[in-house]
C-alpha cells in the first residue's frame, strides 16, 4: 500500500449509565494508551460493520443500535511532535449491547471508566474530543424534557441534568462558542446543588477527602462554583520538566509564556502547557513558587509558595469563585483565591501568597531576553491536546463570561482585558486598548508599555494563531512589578470599587 494512502477505520463509543468503556491499546504507536474500542476495516466491510466486528473482538461486547458520530483524522505524539495518520477515523456511538466484558485482539485490557476516572488514565489524542461529541449524539438523541450538558476539559467529563426552568438563565447567559471542545458544553455548572445555600458546605464529593476545616471562611458559600473536575481533576504539574531554547523548536515565536528569572534562573511557562493544568509546583534560582493560570479568567500569576517558612505546593480544588481558580496547599488543604494569593477557607484564613515579578510575554521576547533560559515541556506530551485551545472563541468580543453569576462592569466589556497592579496605594487597573493606543503610558511612578508580538490563548483552536493581543510590560525605577492581564470582568468583581482607567 502506497505510503500515503488513506487507511479507512472505526471506533466505537459506548455508555452505560455515567461511564463509557475503554480499552487498554497492547501494541505501538499507542501501546500503554486507553482509547474507544476500533480499528481498521476488513475488505468489503462498511464502517458500521467494522465498529460491530471490532467491539467483539476487542471486548467480547455485541453492540447494536449504532449511531454515526463525526469522522475524525487520528494523530500521536512521537518525542513531543504530533505525527498525523494516514488514518481516517469514523465513530459510532451506543448505548445497547449484550454479553460479557473480556479484552481480546489488541486491547490488553478493557473496563468502563467512570467519567470522573477519566483525568486520571493517560489517554490517546483527541480522546477527550471524540467522546465528548459521542455523548452530545446520545443526549441529543435520549433525553427530552430536560437540559443536559456535558462539559470536558483536560479529559474530563460531567453529564449533568436540571428542569429547564432551573438552566435558562444561566443557558442564556453562558453558552456563547461552539469550539472542539465545546461541542457539547461550555455549559454553567452550578456547584453539584449546594451552590445556592448561602451556608452550605462546598464539599459535594466526600470521595474526595477533604481535609479543609470548612467552618472557617471570608466568603459566602453561595459564591462557589464547581468548574466541573472533582479535586486534583485537573492536575497540577509537580515534577516539572524543562528543554534549552535550543531545544524548543515547537513553539511558535508569537506564543504567550509566563516568564520569570530569580537568581539567574530564567524559566518560560508556556500557556499551551499550563493551559490544560492550571498549576506548576517549581524551585526557580533555589525559591518555592507556584505558577498559576486560569483560562476563564486569563489570570497568569506566579506566587512565593513559602508559608510561615515552610515550602508549600498547590493543586486545584475543581471550584471556582468568580469564575476564578481557586486551589488549595497540601499541608492544610486551606483554599486559597488565585487572583488575590488570599486563602479565604481553611486554616490559613486571611494569609497572604505574595505575588511575584513575571511577565506574560511571547516566547520571542522571552528568548531575546534570556537566550539561555529553560522552557517547560509536559511530562507525557501524548495525553492531552498541548498547543490546542479548548476554549476557543471565548475572549471575542461580544461574549459573556463562563460560570459567572456577578454583575458584570459598565462602559467596558466583560470579556476585554485591562491590567492590574497591585499597589500598596491602592490597585491600579487600566484598559489594555488604552495601553495600545498609546503605547507607553506612566501612573502613579508605575511605567506601562505595550508591544505587538503575542498572540491570544483564548481565541483560535491553535493558540498560536490566535488573533494579535499583544506584550505588556509595567516597571517601577526600571524594575519589574507584579502584575496582571486579566478580563474586566474578573477585576471588576474582586475590586469593584476601583475605577478601570479607559
Given at each position: 500500500?502506497?505510503?500515503?494512502?488513506?487507511?479507512q477505520?472505526?471506533s466505537?463509543?459506548?455508555?452505560?449509565?455515567?461511564?463509557?468503556l475503554?480499552?487498554?491499546?497492547?501494541?505501538?504507536?499507542?501501546?500503554?494508551?486507553?482509547?474507544l474500542p476500533?480499528?481498521?476495516?476488513?475488505?468489503?466491510?462498511?464502517?458500521?460493520?467494522?465498529?460491530?466486528?471490532?467491539?467483539?473482538?476487542?471486548?467480547?461486547l455485541?453492540?447494536?443500535n449504532?449511531?454515526?458520530?463525526?469522522?475524525f483524522?487520528?494523530?500521536?505524539?512521537?518525542e513531543?511532535?504530533?505525527?498525523i495518520s494516514?488514518?481516517?477515523?469514523?465513530?459510532?456511538?451506543?448505548?445497547?449491547f449484550?454479553?460479557?466484558?473480556?479484552?481480546?485482539?489488541?486491547?490488553a485490557e478493557?473496563r468502563?471508566?467512570?467519567?470522573?476516572?477519566?483525568p486520571?488514565l493517560?489517554?490517546?489524542?483527541q480522546?477527550?474530543?471524540?467522546?465528548?461529541?459521542?455523548?452530545?449524539?446520545?443526549l441529543?438523541?435520549?433525553?427530552?424534557g430536560?437540559?443536559?450538558?456535558?462539559?470536558?476539559?483536560?479529559?474530563?467529563?460531567?453529564?449533568?441534568?436540571?428542569n429547564k426552568?432551573?438552566?435558562?438563565?444561566?443557558?442564556?447567559n453562558?453558552i456563547?462558542?461552539?469550539?472542539?471542545?465545546?461541542?457539547?458544553?461550555f455549559?454553567?455548572?452550578?456547584?453539584?446543588?449546594?451552590?445556592?445555600s448561602?451556608?452550605s458546605?462546598?464539599?459535594?464529593?466526600?470521595?474526595?477527602?477533604?481535609?479543609t476545616?470548612?467552618?472557617?471562611?471570608s466568603?459566602?458559600?453561595?459564591?462557589?462554583?464547581?468548574?466541573?473536575?472533582?479535586?486534583?481533576?485537573?492536575p497540577?504539574?509537580?515534577?516539572?520538566?524543562?528543554?534549552?531554547?535550543?531545544?524548543?523548536?515547537?513553539?511558535?515565536?508569537?506564543?504567550?509564556?509566563?516568564?520569570?528569572e530569580?537568581?539567574?534562573?530564567a524559566?518560560?511557562?508556556?500557556?499551551?502547557?499550563?493551559?490544560?493544568?492550571?498549576?506548576?509546583?517549581?524551585?526557580?534560582?533555589?525559591?518555592?513558587?507556584?505558577?498559576?493560570y486560569?483560562?476563564?479568567?486569563?489570570?497568569?500569576?506566579?506566587?512565593d509558595?513559602?508559608?510561615?517558612?515552610?515550602?508549600?505546593?498547590?493543586?486545584?480544588?475543581?471550584r471556582?469563585?468568580?469564575?476564578?481558580?481557586?486551589?488549595?496547599?497540601?499541608?492544610?488543604?486551606s483554599?486559597?483565591?488565585?487572583?488575590?494569593g488570599?486563602?479565604?477557607?481553611?486554616?490559613?484564613?486571611g494569609?497572604?501568597?505574595?505575588?511575584?515579578?513575571?511577565?506574560l510575554?511571547?516566547?520571542?521576547?522571552?528568548?531575546k531576553?534570556?537566550?539561555?533560559g529553560?522552557?517547560l515541556?509536559?511530562?507525557?506530551?501524548?495525553?492531552?491536546?498541548?498547543?490546542?485551545?479548548?476554549?476557543?472563541s471565548?475572549?471575542?468580543?461580544?461574549?459573556?463570561?463562563?460560570?459567572?453569576?456577578g454583575?458584570?462592569p459598565?462602559?467596558?466589556?466583560?470579556?476585554?482585558?485591562?491590567?492590574?497592579?497591585?499597589?500598596?496605594?491602592?490597585?491600579?487597573?487600566?484598559s489594555?486598548?488604552?495601553?495600545?493606543?498609546?503605547?507607553?503610558?506612566?501612573?502613579?511612578g508605575?511605567?506601562?508599555?505595550?508591544?505587538?508580538?503575542?498572540a491570544?490563548?483564548?481565541?483560535v483552536?491553535?493558540?498560536?494563531?490566535?488573533?494579535e493581543?499583544?506584550?505588556?510590560?509595567?516597571?517601577?525605577?526600571?524594575?519589574?512589578?507584579?502584575?496582571?492581564?486579566?478580563?474586566?470582568?474578573v477585576a471588576?468583581?474582586?475590586q469593584?470599587?476601583?475605577?478601570?482607567?479607559?
Open positions: 500500500m502506497p505510503e500515503n494512502s488513506t487507511i477505520a472505526t466505537v463509543a459506548l455508555f452505560s449509565e455515567e461511564r463509557v475503554l480499552i487498554l491499546r497492547g501494541r505501538e504507536p499507542l501501546k500503554g494508551l486507553w482509547s476500533g480499528g481498521r476495516l476488513e475488505a468489503q466491510e462498511t464502517h458500521e460493520q467494522a465498529a460491530i466486528r471490532e467491539m467483539r473482538e476487542e471486548t467480547g455485541s453492540v447494536s449504532l449511531t454515526f458520530v463525526q469522522q483524522i487520528p494523530f500521536h505524539m512521537k513531543g511532535v504530533k505525527i494516514n488514518y481516517r477515523l469514523e465513530v459510532f456511538t451506543s448505548l445497547d449484550s454479553g460479557e466484558l473480556s479484552a481480546g485482539d489488541d486491547a478493557a468502563w471508566v467512570e467519567f470522573l476516572e477519566l486520571t493517560p489517554l490517546t489524542p480522546a477527550e474530543q471524540i467522546i465528548a461529541r459521542a455523548h452530545e449524539t446520545i441529543t438523541q435520549s433525553w427530552t430536560l437540559i443536559e450538558f456535558e462539559w470536558c476539559k483536560s479529559r474530563t467529563c460531567v453529564k449533568l441534568q436540571s426552568e432551573d438552566w435558562a438563565v444561566s443557558l442564556k453562558s456563547r462558542t461552539r469550539s472542539f471542545v465545546s461541542i457539547v458544553f455549559a454553567l455548572l452550578l456547584a453539584f446543588g449546594w451552590a445556592n448561602a451556608n458546605d462546598p464539599n459535594p464529593a466526600p470521595r474526595e477527602n477533604w481535609r476545616d470548612f467552618s472557617k471562611t466568603i459566602n458559600f453561595s459564591e462557589v462554583m464547581s468548574g466541573g473536575p472533582p479535586k486534583d481533576g485537573i497540577s504539574i509537580d515534577d516539572p520538566k524543562f528543554i534549552t531554547i535550543a531545544e524548543a523548536t515547537q513553539f511558535n515565536d508569537r506564543e504567550p509564556v509566563i516568564g520569570i530569580i537568581a539567574g534562573d524559566r518560560a511557562y508556556p500557556l499551551s502547557v499550563l493551559m490544560w493544568h492550571e498549576i506548576a509546583n517549581d524551585i526557580v534560582g533555589g525559591k518555592a513558587i507556584t505558577v498559576t486560569c483560562p476563564l479568567c486569563n489570570a497568569a500569576i506566579v506566587f509558595a513559602t508559608i510561615d517558612g515552610k515550602r508549600h505546593t498547590f493543586g486545584t480544588t475543581g471556582l469563585r468568580n469564575s476564578d481558580l481557586l486551589m488549595y496547599d497540601r499541608v492544610k488543604e483554599w486559597w483565591q488565585q487572583f488575590s488570599e486563602a479565604v477557607i481553611g486554616d490559613y484564613l494569609k497572604l501568597l505574595r505575588i511575584l515579578p513575571s511577565r510575554e511571547s516566547f520571542a521576547n522571552f528568548k531576553r534570556f537566550p539561555h529553560k522552557v515541556v509536559p511530562n507525557n506530551a501524548g495525553t492531552r491536546n498541548y498547543g490546542q485551545n479548548p476554549y476557543v471565548y475572549d471575542n468580543s461580544g461574549n459573556t463570561p463562563f460560570l459567572f453569576r454583575s458584570l459598565k462602559n467596558i466589556e466583560a470579556m476585554a482585558r485591562v491590567i492590574v497592579v497591585r499597589d500598596v496605594d491602592g490597585p491600579i487597573i487600566l489594555m486598548k488604552k495601553l495600545r493606543d498609546q503605547g507607553k503610558m506612566a501612573i502613579n508605575f511605567q506601562f508599555n505595550w508591544q505587538e508580538g503575542q491570544s490563548a483564548l481565541d483552536s491553535e493558540i498560536s494563531k490566535g488573533r493581543v499583544g506584550n505588556v510590560t509595567v516597571q517601577r525605577e526600571n524594575k519589574d512589578v507584579a502584575y496582571d492581564v486579566t478580563f474586566a470582568f471588576h468583581a474582586f469593584p470599587e476601583v475605577k478601570i482607567r479607559q
